[in-house]
């Protein structure tokens, strides 16, 4: 699986930005729906953290507590796509922006931990000015 993260950019505080995660290369008779997607986010100098979650078949979700009532995580099978609407962008949410998926479900520990997930997308930069 292939994942291609865009939607990254420079948006003012208050601002909303949304990401998109599209997959590609999901194995004959699978589709995204089968693959547990999560985004997370490393700012300069710091470690990579967990932003949201969304499981595979049920999509219930998981969502950090700096981001809960800002994010919203959403999938769209059809297009092999995951949504990240991020609204109410603080500065402190300026970072690099990845997505990443694991075929079959995650437990909410498991939803916010990088190595709980094989594959990668490459990095969007958001930035939020004050």
């Known amino acids: 699986v292939q994942l291609q993260a865009s939607g990254g950019g420079l948006v003012q505080a208050g601002g909303s930005l949304i990401l998109s995660c599209e997959a590609s290369?999901?194995?004959?008779?699978?589709?995204?729906?089968?693959?547990?997607v999560g985004w997370f986010r490393q700012a300069p100098g710091k470690e990579r953290e967990g932003v949201t979650c969304?499981?595979?078949?049920?999509?219930?979700?998981w969502h950090a507590d700096s981001v809960k009532g800002r994010f919203t995580i959403v999938r769209d099978n059809a297009k092999n796509t995951v949504y990240l609407q991020m609204n109410k962008l603080k500065p402190e949410d300026t970072a690099v922006y990845f997505c990443?998926?694991?075929?079959?479900?995650?437990?909410?520990?498991?939803?916010?931990?990088?190595?709980?997930?094989?594959?990668w997308g490459q990095g969007t930069l958001v930035t939020v000015s004050s």
């Open positions: 969304i499981r595979s078949s049920l999509d219930t979700t």
């Open positions: 990443a998926a694991r075929r079959g479900s995650l437990s909410t520990e498991l939803c916010s931990r990088p190595v709980a997930f094989d594959h």
């Open positions: 290369g999901i194995s004959w008779g699978a589709s995204l729906e089968v693959y547990s």
